[in-house]
């Protein structure tokens, strides 16, 4: 007989036996649930199922609730929305796992990086490319320049020293390279749709490299000779040879990309002029106007701007330096300035800096390497006058202090009364940064500009106030890393695509992770467990050319893993990343109700060592929501009960009595608990 049930208003028939759950279940009707298994008896301990029962005084269980002739439900309703979410950040109170890797999570873009790294110390470096490609088209060009923000939160820190992560990315590319395997993703067909992209720089290439993979024509428009943007024009070669960066350019050309050289936006064309021949515009114009000092003699002969300086060299341009140089700025740009200055000619090199070391925002790799070659650092100095007649002959400069942080973070330099001094110097090169040329657009253009000469966007779909115009990279967020451009180019493509197709532009979802945290506590937990669990094995160092060989030339300075190295230096991965984050029941459902994994944080971390005892099964405590389907599946399946819980509240643990090893159990090894 047919028994009537009436959820979210609308009439279904159940049956006897069924539960609320089965009947939604049956109908489409989604209800989460994380304790139900087949061939289980209902539970009902993890509470996610709730739903409102009409006449019920408090909400039931729908997998272990029973429907009956007339039974009104409600799954959706706001009590029930708020019970889950509370339900769910409760159970990731005591979680004390990590879904996503750090190193994943610090990534600007999101590259799977425990996931390649895996693969190389396999040996699979083909399959290896082709995840890194999923997020970014540059492995070797990253390979060589990123900061690699990715390995100051690598684990492996707590060991000893970190993953080569970086290192490990361009081995990839230049194996694939070698062997002729490099990745090369299909091509949809032609969707009929155009994109004007404006810089052949990292953001450009990246949202043409996705976007035609979408069946996009797309079309780049570059005002210099060749593609690259910063990357060619800004980056030495003895830190990104060319035939490197052509390579990986080629391949972004394989996609039926086009690209227009020596042409100017605003010059050659307008962004209203593109409007009407494409469907799209895309502005990556990147940040190539040096900023000025602004301080007397500026305009002296032997006075040079750091990215002109670098672009000039890479044109082609012949430099006569002589004997000393001066680059003023800590970043970057002022690094390799003085190197490119050092392999110029240039006998005495310095760097010039109003703050300290440790405020240098420039790779300390690259710090180290410049002191390798014999440049010499002027810390908490500050040019404040150029002397000379026609051309510069001396810089008067004062002492700094540092005081209070400054809207960065960093102290806030601060004059040493009395201190001016004199450096003696032929060429000075001033690196303090770069902007965007936003002008190029022309002064009757929609697209408004900010104060710090960046294009105004909607951050969350890269669209300007023009819709079918759109800009990421170092016009939308100032000048930045290559990765970060990267990360805009490939989501830029993601809303321009939705754009194209006629879909509404919604944000690019963030990651959703739980995480055993930064404080200190937890990580001082985890350093002593795992110099417990995994021996100490130092890094493998880059090879390096040396020294005095490299500043006579520009030949890439790093020699690259061998293969050796690399499988060893990967397989120093701990892998801390879930081995089940694409799958977890926990992680999906937490995010569909809007659980914040942090809001009910035990103050204690209460967390356990994992339990490697058996030859085949790794019970890790930490990850354990107490849902008891290991418990119920051993007992109930196959009657042997090797699991069970001990203690109560926050403490409470599964495993065998008295704390032995599972092998000392009656446990068959079917491992039914671990499928559960």
Not at 264 to 279: H, N, Q, Y
Not at 559 to 587: K, V
């Amino acid at each position: 007989m047919a028994i009537k049930v009436t959820i979210n208003g609308k009439e279904y028939e159940g049956k006897h036996g069924e539960t609320i759950r089965d009947v939604a279940k049956r109908n489409g009707i989604g209800i989460p649930v994380l304790c139900e298994r087949a061939q289980i008896d209902p539970f009902g301990s993890c509470r996610i199922c709730l739903v409102e029962q009409d006449k019920a005084r408090y909400p039931v269980v729908a997998c272990a609730a029973p429907v009956f002739d007339g039974i009104v439900v409600n799954t959706e309703t706001e009590l029930i929305k708020g019970l889950r979410k509370l339900d769910m950040e409760l159970l990731f109170s005591n979680h004390f796992a990590d879904c996503v890797a750090p190193c994943n999570l610090t990534c600007p873009a999101g590259i799977d990086i425990q996931g390649y790294v895996g693969l190389a110390a396999n040996g699979e470096y083909p399959d290896a490319e082709k995840l890194i490609k999923q997020k970014v088209p540059f492995p070797g060009i990253l390979g060589r320049v990123c900061p690699a923000p990715c390995q100051k939160e690598c684990r492996r820190n707590l060991v000893d020293e970190t993953v080569s992560i970086k290192f490990i990315k361009r081995f990839i590319s230049d194996i694939n390279f070698e062997k002729g395997t490099r990745y090369i993703p299909p091509v949809a067909p032609s969707s009929g749709k155009t994109v004007a992209i404006i810089g052949a720089g990292p953001a450009g290439m990246s949202c043409a490299y996705y976007l035609a993979q979408q069946g996009h024509q797309c079309t780049i428009i570059e005002k210099l000779p060749k593609a690259g943007g910063m990357t060619r024009y800004g980056i030495p070669d003895y830190r990104l040879p060319q035939k490197e960066l052509d390579a990986e350019i080629a391949e972004i050309e394989s996609l039926g990309v086009e690209f227009l050289y020596n042409t100017e936006l605003g010059k050659d064309v307008t962004i209203d002029g593109l409007r009407r021949s494409f469907d799209a515009v895309f502005l990556a114009i990147g940040a190539h106007v040096s900023k000025s000092m602004g301080i007397p003699g500026e305009e002296l002969d032997g006075v040079y701007q750091g990215i002109d300086f670098l672009r000039e060299v890479k044109l082609g341009k012949k430099f006569d330096l002589g004997e000393t140089v001066v680059v003023v700025g800590g970043g970057n740009t002022a690094i390799d300035a003085v190197r490119t200055s050092l392999r110029l000619g240039a006998k005495n090199c310095y760097i010039v800096y109003r703050r300290s070391r440790a405020e240098m925002p420039a790779d300390p790799i690259e710090v180290h390497d410049a002191e390798e070659e014999g440049v010499q650092f002027h810390f908490l100095t500050n040019p404040v006058k150029i002397h000379g007649k026609k051309r510069m002959e001396a810089i008067e400069s004062v002492r700094m202090e540092l005081g209070e942080p400054d809207a960065s973070g960093r102290r806030s330099p601060v004059v040493v009364k009395g201190s001016e001094f004199m450096i003696k110097a032929d060429t000075i090169i001033m690196a303090i940064g770069q902007e965007p040329d936003v002008s190029c657009i022309g002064a009757d253009c929609k697209v408004r500009t900010t104060k710090w000469s960046t294009f105004m966007i909607n951050e969350e779909t890269f669209q300007t106030d023009i819709p079918e115009v759109f800009a990421g990279g170092d016009a939308m967020r100032g000048p930045c890393t290559v990765v970060e451009c990267i990360a805009d180019g490939r989501n830029a493509a993601t809303q321009i695509d939705r754009f194209l197709k006629g879909q509404e532009l919604t944000p690019i979802p963030g990651v959703y992770s739980v995480q055993r945290g930064k404080s200190l506590k937890a990580l001082k937990a985890l350093e002593e467990e795992w110099k417990h669990r995994f021996p100490t094995e130092p890094r493998a160092e880059m090879p390096m050319l040396n020294p005095k060989k490299r500043i006579k030339s520009f030949v890439e300075c790093e020699m690259g893993f061998t293969e050796r190295e690399l499988r060893r230096d990967a397989g120093r991965c701990l892998e801390c990343g879930c081995f089940s984050q694409y799958d977890c029941e926990l992680r999906q459902i937490g995010k569909a109700v809007g659980a914040e994994p942090t809001a009910l944080k035990t103050k204690g971390e209460i967390r356990f060592e994992s339990d490697l005892r058996h030859p085949f099964i790794m019970k890790d405590q930490n990850k354990c929501i107490l849902c008891g389907a290991c418990v119920r599946a051993c007992d109930e399946l196959h009657h042997v009960g090797a699991w069970g819980f001990v203690d109560r509240g926050y403490v409470t643990t599964v495993q065998p009595s008295f704390g032995v090893a599972l092998q000392e159990t009656d446990c068959e090894y079917c491992g039914t608990c671990v499928q559960n």
